[in-house]
């Protein structure tokens, strides 16, 4: 009987190549592997052509998710190359390690603080000894690159460096650094099941043994033993029920999962040593520079030549066995990037970090869930990619619009597979998204199928479970009814209007009352647009916007400066949702041709001699401006919310009396801060007001110019907000308009402000623009 232990760096491309060669020299009839013993029957599914590295095994305990751990495999591994060599030549495969139902039973919250304490890194041990300061470094040089490249590196007897001979010398220097060292209480257990499974390898009858773990391991692995001790270590775990199965894995979480102790800094450089062993230098520059010529930057075949030249001339001066990472990082920078550093960015993102994706067989154990969001992703032709794409949907075509659906559904139950984004197109048939996907997001599927076995059922399940949350604010259900439509979930909505009704009709806060309206509003229209049903929407609408309008003069008062300026904030998202309502069809007012309110109404909502105010039977708008209408004539507001009122009215003709408000509200009666707060309410809706009403801006710079040096220092901090929030064209027109017509300004408008135009020259345009009204 013998047993070799081959110990190795997880992913390391020149351990994956010497175990493979070790393994069909040595033709062991059984394989142990570090890794959970729970996913022996897993294995066989390895030799499937529909399973591609990066993969992962997964451990979880069902109904926990905080319960759940990964062991990562890139085609770079030693441990993926010692499964695959097995399941070719028809080897039994065992995984030695710990069982992840004690792992998993035990959980971090259960770890001892002995167990919490730092532990050696031992290939930082070796290569502080050896006289790097970089880990990876001396890695690389003493192992990885010797390893691919063995004919390079003589032994001292003639004959080549075999991978035997430096698993050996692994497993002494690894030998020399644990020793005087206590492994930590975990580690300890560890190693003891990794002992018991090769006793029950030997007590089974199999005669040539090969463990592939890490290199730490080897020396409590080779060391004499007693079983009892081992035992001892291992009664009385805490144990929990575990399931495991495959799922896809990404280059980029294997170089950065958080607590991935196994992790590289590498992984796109580890892949192409591992897959390109012939001239991996020359192969990786030529592919870096074809990742620039595709963001059309010029790089030549002269550039990839002396970048060639650059890295290894730096691996000689280094006294290195290849050029490395390091090497070929500055040879990309300083030749084909030319010294920028931002496509060499680019570079490191796509090749050294890595864009791959690795996908497991339609035959892998999977929830129903998992395995119908697959059908789903083929249906509608989305493939889950590492690197997130960019997607622009029209949703008047059938297709793009169940990828939205889908999208839709998928956030409502914890998995954010697309990101929506800004649209490039304006109107609601737009919809744009980011889409990335990500290995955590299996055990978020997984967590889900809980609420379904469809990823329609599981967001409906989900979507009454928070309508039915008895906390959850009056906003927040508003805003769960737009995402019911954008998913079309039509059983769910009725849940959700329901408790929308309950909650509404017990919240007197109309700030609250405020911030739901928006979203409701919203829900409404896609509901039109999507042709989604949203039955029972206007009702709802129509009473929350009455309380609103009841509600807001009483709320509008003794508020200080930053309440007032969150209570803008609501009036404007409620006036932008009232406008959007009244273009819904069907609404009330909607197919009224003349004026807001119909015939015989002027544009202020009044007929004459009536007074401005919200009747029953109005249209939304005309509702809504009633009420603002009515607060602003008051004199008890903030100086921000009256005027922000006053602009809104003026922009809906509602109010022909602006210059006196203005002029009234700039009074020596009021102090300087309320008449700036005023002026940032009045021109939150945009500065070129000023540029086209010489008036206001006379009056506003009369105000300026009349302030006292203290007053203008108190007020400059508002003002500069306000103006601040101009865009660089709104803040350029505005100054000109100042500097080349001052003394119009000051002078209201009067004589001259007209003056710069010509007459005889504007008259072609004025009878064009006649012709198309139809009015010639």
Known sequence: MTTTILGVRHH???????????????????????????????????????????????????????????????????????????VEAGVEVRFCDLPAAHSLAAGEEETSEEERAVRVDPIGALAEAAGYDDPERWWEDAVEHRLDHPADHPTGHGGEAGPETVFEAIAEAMAAVREGHTPDPREARREAYMRRSLRQAVKDGFREIAVVCGAWHVPALAAPSRASDDDRLLRGMPKARVETTWVPWTHGRLAAWSGYGAGVTSPGWYHHLFTAPDRPIERWLARAAQVLREEDLPVSSAHVIEAVRLAHGLATLRDRPLAGLNEVSEAVRAVLCEGDELPAELVRRRMVLGERLGRVPDSTPMVPLQRHLREEQRRVRLKPEALGRDHDLDLRKALDLDRSRLLHRLRLIGIPWGEPRDSRGKGTFKESWTLEWRPEFDVALIEA???????????????????????????????????????????????????????????????????????????????????????????????????????????????????????????????????????????????????????????????????????AGQAPRDRWLATLRGVADRSDLPGVIEGRLVRILFDARMAD????????????????????????????????????????????????????????????????????????????????????????????????????????????????????????
Do not use: N
Not at 592 to 609: I, S
Not at 689 to 708: C, E, F, K, Y
């Open 657 to 776: 009396d602006v210059q006196v408000r203005m002029s009234r509200a700039m009074s020596l009666g009021h102090p300087p801060a309320r008449a700036a707060a005023w002026v940032e309410g009045f021109l939150s809706g945009g500065g070129l007001l000023l540029v086209h009403d010489p008036r206001l801006l006379a009056a506003v710079d009369g105000w300026l110019a009349g302030l006292s040096p203290e007053a203008f220092v108190d007020v400059l901090p508002l003002l500069r907000r306000t103006f601040g929030a101009f865009d660089a064209p709104e803040r350029r027109a505005i100054g000109e308009r100042v500097r080349s017509g001052a003394s119009a300004v000051r002078d209201g408008g009067g004589a001259g402000a007209g003056a710069d135009h010509d007459d005889e020259r504007a008259a072609p345009a004025v009878r064009t623009v006649l012709e198309i009204l139809g009015r010639a």
């Open 12 to 86: 390391g491309p020149g351990s994956a190549r010497a175990v493979r060669s070790a393994l069909e020299r040595l033709k062991p009839d059984i394989v142990l592997i570090e890794g959970p013993p729970e996913a022996d029957a897993l294995v066989p599914l390895a030799a499937d052509p529909g399973m591609e590295p990066p993969v992962a095994l997964l451990a979880y305990v069902p109904g926990d998710r905080a319960k759940a751990a990964f062991w990562p495999f890139a085609v770079f591994s030693p441990e993926w190359q010692a499964i695959r060599y097995a």
């Open 449 to 615: 199928a809980v609420w379904g076995i469809t990823v329609e059922a599981a967001a409906t399940s989900r979507v009454r479970e928070l309508a039915a949350y008895p906390e959850a604010p009056l906003a927040d259900l508003t805003a769960l009814v737009e995402r019911c439509l954008l998913a079309d979930l039509p059983e769910a909505l009725p849940y959700v209007l329901r408790a929308i009704g309950d909650r509404a009709a017990l919240d007197s806060d109309v700030g609250h009352l405020m911030a739901a309206l928006p979203a409701l509003v919203r829900a409404q229209r896609y509901g039109d647009v999507r042709g989604t049903p949203s039955t029972g929407l206007a009702a709802i609408v129509d009473s929350l916007l009455t309380r609103v309008c009841a509600g807001l003069p009483s709320a509008v008062t003794g508020l200080d400066d930053e309440p007032a300026r969150q209570l803008v904030s609501q009036i404007d998202a409620v006036h932008a949702a009232v406008a959007l309502l009244d273009d819904i069809p069907g609404r009330a007012g909607h197919d009224e041709p003349e004026g807001l309110g119909g015939p015989g109404r002027d544009d202020r909502g009044a007929g004459p001699g009536e007074e401005s105010r919200p009747e």
